[in-house]
């Protein structure tokens, strides 16, 4: 019997050696040796758009769109979209900002819930949080209609749209370039991004979406792990060139990656 | 505090483990049963939610707030809707509120995709710059490449559409792929290590306590 599953043996390599360096990053960082980031844009869009919401006095819709914890490829950006939440609810809640968070399944409605909660808690603000009216369940498909319906009637003037996004992403984003809203938007759906992209005023694309969330802890150790990952791209850049030089020559590969 | 960070760490290492090695019965079953245990935490969560949007419609009826004749339509849709299903799933009025009424609304919302799409595109292809002039004519290309009649009368539009589609865009999306899961890793150690944990409600002054 075969020690690793076959065909496996470089995924496995390639997530040690990538989360090896991470781990190595944070550790540096915990002993003071900060790797320098370079400042998303987001981090000041975020504190713009309440910013807007607030001199306009009207609200501020964070939209995560597909939220199903469940399936593996929409938790990862559900909980990316979760951490920028917290942070995002706790500059509403400083700024005195109308926040308004629907949610389409039960089991991340209660992490929003809770996220939202807590963020007006740390800014000593929960007495004016109506968590039932800010943190919405809505049932996937009514959803629709009823985001559409109180964007308008709401004249929001700020939208962020973060998580994993699909069809909705068009249906929402135009809504709210009709309405006049400041946009962020920001998925690794690949084939949205280019929807959010194209209407959001900013986006985050891909892994951005990821290293937000990381960004914007207050932790050190935490934005540091951005410079482990960092070590995957140079390791993926370095792969494409050899095997475009390999392929080149004409070496089969596909045996050696199959391994 | 500390334990859904060690349970999230625990359980997302088993997972990997079993991805990547060869594992007994007994540990793959196991596996098995912890993936079934979010789908049963799901449904709780959605007897959860359901009951938090019944009790918040509820209260709107009560106190007749802003529109609150349409928390009525809620209220009788949700007891008459859950009612059925709760005597019998396999009823056929039940079957037929879903084929006749909740399936039909909700295929007719996702149409609005396509309309949607076709504003939106108004709005992205238009020639402000050089770059959005780029899209737009790519844009172009590959939309006579795919319809019908495009290719009858233009045809250099299918290999240069097909180029289009293969290189530039596949190469762009290949790397948005590898960045993407790059982030995902980073999120895991982040979580698995404790060191991020937002999404479980847990803030920064709590983490120092």
């Known amino acids: ?259 | 505090m500390q334990i859904p960070i060690i349970l999230t760490a625990i359980i997302g290492i088993l997972m990997i483990i079993e991805f990547f090695f060869p594992m007994p019965t007994a540990m793959t079953s196991l596996n098995v049963t912890l993936r079934s245990f979010v789908t049963i935490i799901s449904a709780a969560a959605l007897i959860l939610g359901t009951l938090v949007l019944t009790i918040y419609h509820g209260k709107k009826v009560g106190t007749k707030s802003s529109e609150w004749y349409y928390s009525i339509i809620y209220i009788a849709a949700f007891v008459i809707t859950a009612g059925l299903g709760v005597i019998n799933v396999r009823d056929t009025t039940f079957l037929w509120i879903y084929n006749n009424m909740t399936s039909p609304i909700g295929a007719a919302l996702y149409s609005l995709t396509a309309f949607y799409i076709t504003s939106a595109a108004y709005r992205v292809l238009r020639a402000r710059n050089w770059n959005s002039a780029v899209l737009l004519v790519c844009a172009l290309i590959v939309l006579l490449m795919l319809i019908p009649v495009g290719a009858i009368l233009f045809p250099p539009v299918v290999p240069i559409g097909t180029w289009i589609r293969s290189i530039p865009s596949g190469a762009g999306f290949r790397g948005m792929i590898i960045g993407t899961s790059l982030g995902i890793m980073g999120l895991g150690v982040r979580v698995f290590t404790g060191r991020q944990k937002e999404h479980l409600g847990i803030r920064e002054e709590r983490r120092k306590e």
């Open chain 1, 1 to 259: 019997m075969a020690i690793i599953v076959e065909g496996r043996i470089f995924g496995l390599i390639a997530l040690l050696v990538i989360t090896g360096s991470i781990v190595y990053y944070m550790q540096k960082a915990y002993s003071g040796k900060i790797p320098k980031l370079r400042r998303l844009q987001a981090v000041d869009v975020i504190d713009e758009i309440l910013g807007r919401c607030v001199e306009m006095g009207r609200p501020a819709y964070y939209l995560m769109d597909t939220v199903s914890m469940d399936t593996p490829s929409i938790l990862a950006p559900t909980v990316a979209a979760f951490q920028i939440l917290a942070y995002t609810a706790r500059r509403a809640a400083h700024l005195g900002s109308k926040f308004f968070v629907p949610v389409t399944q039960g089991l991340a409605y209660t992490i929003a819930s809770e996220v939202v909660d807590e963020a007006y808690k740390a800014e000593n603000k929960q007495d004016e949080l109506k968590l039932e009216e800010t943190v919405m369940y809505l049932p996937d498909g009514a959803d629709r209609m009823y985001i559409i319906n109180h964007m308008w009637s709401d004249e929001m003037a700020g939208a962020f749209f973060l998580g994993s996004w699909y069809h909705k992403a068009v249906i929402f984003t135009e809504n709210a370039a009709r309405v006049g809203a400041m946009m962020l938007g920001g998925t690794d759906t690949t084939h949205n991004i280019p929807f959010l992209v194209a209407i959001c005023d900013y986006s985050l694309i891909g892994e951005e979406l990821y290293a937000l969330g990381a960004y914007l802890s207050e932790d050190p150790t935490v934005s540091a792990s951005l410079a482990g990952q960092d070590i995957g791209k140079y390791i993926a850049a370095l792969l494409i060139i050899l095997g475009s030089i390999l392929i080149t020559i004409g070496m089969d590969i596909k045996g050696l990656l199959s391994m």
